[in-house]
């Protein structure tokens, strides 16, 4: 019976451990809250699709009645109220908003379709009106066409290596299709008595938001496994200043008179440097394997200053971690916990469904903007997949850097109460 013994003596070591039981129920439970979170709606055919809408009509005068009419607007609110068969599920979740704004809103995953309606969209159907009249008038039997409106086109654009652009595109297809088809039966109503040929006022056009034409899921996910290992450095070194602690080394050095922020301060030096290292190397095997990487060395560059703003944020939080781990093993497990969930919400892996806060300088917030990873993971996409220049990130190094002081105020604030001050 000396097996009851043991496992009794095990039983009470685990419960007095309890913030290593705390890991070993609740490291499982954050991966299914994330997992269900992210794909509880994969499979079901009834979902909104995120569409950009670019409303660049001007809009025009009817004939005759001289009223006007802004046929971009009407179509605009067709595509907003169009709902699945048999459903009150709407099609789409649309954002109107400027052509840039949009093409970014596809680059960061939160938009699978940008629509254009170009500016003479309503003046191109009111000529086509005038014409059919024109025709109806002179007693002529030809084709309703306005010839000069050939050209007109509703851009229809996204990233063409997406499942879900290719669905997004093929319903706004059909709906642009419907309402040229009532658009056509009014204005043959309106010139009654034209016959023989048909009315082509507009057509689709799509195309490919730049940057996206041989986009893959790896090029997505590369940036995410550089803020992943970023993250993963909160794990080592909240272990490594635990361990500090436990041998006392952090009290010879107060012998000093080194105050906690000159300590703590000190200490993201090298570890910044292994973040900028880590960039640099994973970007490197990336290319090997196939990385779509665009830019030149001003690219990588930026890309090793973001990782170590990004790695700044991940010390701060190993800083945390440590106020409250036990020993180093302690402090290695609970940085797992939170660096790999962390990793997911701010969408290393995959794209997480819109939790919108509001608005901020033009740019949607989200519930998981208040993470800097975030902020840091968005500008990597920025700078190594579609190539830009600082101008382009400096909304992201912004919040990163903010959100990245915060972290580290409260680091050092918690490990200067809750381990330093204990040992004098």
């Known amino acids: 019976m000396k097996f009851i013994n043991v496992a009794i003596k095990d039983f009470k070591e685990l419960i007095r451990d309890r913030r290593g039981l705390f890991m070993i129920l609740l490291f499982p439970l954050f991966f299914m809250v994330i997992f269900g979170f992210a794909f509880e709606d994969m499979g079901k055919s009834n979902e909104p699709h995120n569409l950009a809408v670019v409303n660049l009509d001007e809009g025009a005068k009817m004939p005759v009645t001289d009223e006007e009419v802004n046929y971009g607007d009407n179509l605009t609110k067709i595509i907003k109220d169009a709902e699945y068969e048999d459903s009150d599920v709407k099609l789409f979740s649309v954002t109107e908003t400027s052509e840039s704004s949009a093409e970014r809103l596809i680059q960061l995953k939160e938009a699978d379709a940008i629509i254009i309606i170009p500016k003479n969209f309503s003046q191109s159907i009111v000529d086509s009106t005038k014409a059919s009249i024109t025709a109806q008038s002179a007693g002529t039997s030809v084709p309703i066409e306005y010839r000069d409106n050939k050209t007109l086109k509703l851009i229809i654009r996204g990233d063409s290596s997406s499942i879900a652009f290719g669905v997004s595109q093929a319903m706004l297809v059909k709906i642009v299709e419907e309402y040229q088809n009532g658009l056509v039966t009014g204005i043959q109503n309106q010139a009654s008595g034209t016959t023989g040929g048909s009315l082509k006022i507009f057509e689709s056009d799509v195309e490919s938001v730049a940057g996206t034409e041989s986009f893959s899921q790896f090029d997505f996910l590369a940036p995410g496994m550089m803020v992943f290992a970023i993250l993963l450095l909160?794990?080592?070194?909240?272990?490594?200043?635990?361990?500090?602690?436990?041998?006392?080394?952090?009290?010879?050095?107060?012998?000093?008179?080194?105050?906690?922020?000159?300590?703590?301060?000190?200490?993201?030096?090298?570890?910044?440097?292994?973040?900028?290292?880590?960039?640099?190397?994973?970007?490197?095997?990336?290319?090997?394997?196939?990385?779509?990487?665009?830019?030149?060395?001003?690219?990588?560059?930026?890309?090793?200053?973001?990782?170590?703003?990004?790695?700044?944020?991940?010390?701060?939080?190993?800083?945390?971690?440590?106020?409250?781990?036990?020993?180093?093993?302690?402090?290695?497990?609970?940085?797992?916990?939170?660096?790999?969930?962390?990793?997911?919400?701010?969408?290393?892996?995959?794209?997480?469904?819109?939790?919108?806060?509001?608005?901020?300088?033009?740019?949607?917030?989200?519930?998981?903007?208040?993470?800097p990873w975030t902020h840091i993971l968005d500008a990597l996409r920025t700078v190594l997949i579609y190539g830009e220049g600082w101008d382009a990130i400096t909304y992201d190094l912004g919040w990163s850097i903010l959100l990245t002081a915060i972290i580290f105020v409260m680091g050092v604030v918690l490990f200067s109460k809750l381990r330093l001050s204990v040992d004098r």
């Open 234 to 371: 909160s794990t080592t070194v909240a272990a490594s200043l635990t361990r500090e602690v436990e041998k006392g080394t952090l009290a010879r050095l107060k012998l000093s008179k080194m105050r906690s922020f000159d300590l703590l301060f000190g200490a993201l030096l090298p570890w910044s440097a292994i973040a900028a290292l880590q960039v640099l190397i994973l970007l490197i095997t990336a290319i090997i394997m196939g990385f779509n990487w665009q830019g030149g060395l001003n690219s990588i560059l930026l890309a090793m200053l973001i990782g170590v703003i990004g790695g700044i944020a991940s010390i701060s939080l190993g800083m945390i971690i440590a106020s409250f781990a036990k020993n180093d093993q302690q402090a290695s497990n609970l940085g797992i916990l939170f660096a790999i969930p962390i990793s997911f919400l701010v969408g290393a892996f995959f794209p997480l469904p819109q939790l919108v806060i509001g608005e901020f300088m033009g740019r949607t917030f989200e519930f998981y903007d208040i993470l």
